[in-house]
Structures are given as structure tokens and as C-alpha cells.
């Protein structure tokens, strides 16, 4: 089994750095809550494994599995109109595999 990802941005289409400097870290708090139904983990204090905050080459970034899709497409559609509200670029990602429980 394989998944989707893109990545959001944190420079606008212009070059310039999306402020504030902590955007990914609330853009992923807010998503927390959209998760696999057996994690067990408290979207208090952990990021959703859909939307998580990553640093690339100095930029901030947040990668987006379109699992989220899946859980909730008011989220995606959410996530997707934050970047292009913000003039920043999504970039899609290759396909990753997941390991099955079989």
C-alpha cells in the first residue's frame, strides 16, 4: 500500500518567508485532531500523522498525507485554501509505502 503527500511551503510564490515564523506549528496544531481512528494519541500534545511540521533546507514546510482526505475533506479543502490564501506553493511528494500489520 502506498499514500500521497505534498508539501506546503513556508516562502511565497514571490521568495519571500511566510510569517508568522511559527505558521507550520499552527497550521499542524489546528489539524491535530484528524487522525486514524486507532491512534491513541492526545491531539493536545501530538501533531495529526497527516499534517506535520518539517523543516527542508532551512525552510519550513508542512507535509500533508491525503489520507486526511479519508478522515475529514473539509480539512484537506481547509489545508489546501490555507496555502493558496497565502500564496504559498504546494509541492506534491513521491509515493511512500506503508508497512501493512499482516
Known sequence: MTTKQFFIQGLTHDGKPFRPSDWAERLCGVMAQFRPEDDPSDPRFTYSPFVKPVNIAGIKCVVVDERLSDIE???MD???NFAKDNNLPIV???EIPIKSNN
Open 73 to 75: 475533506p473539509k480539512a
Open 78 to 80: 481547509f489545508v489546501k
Open 92 to 94: 506534491e511528494a513521491c
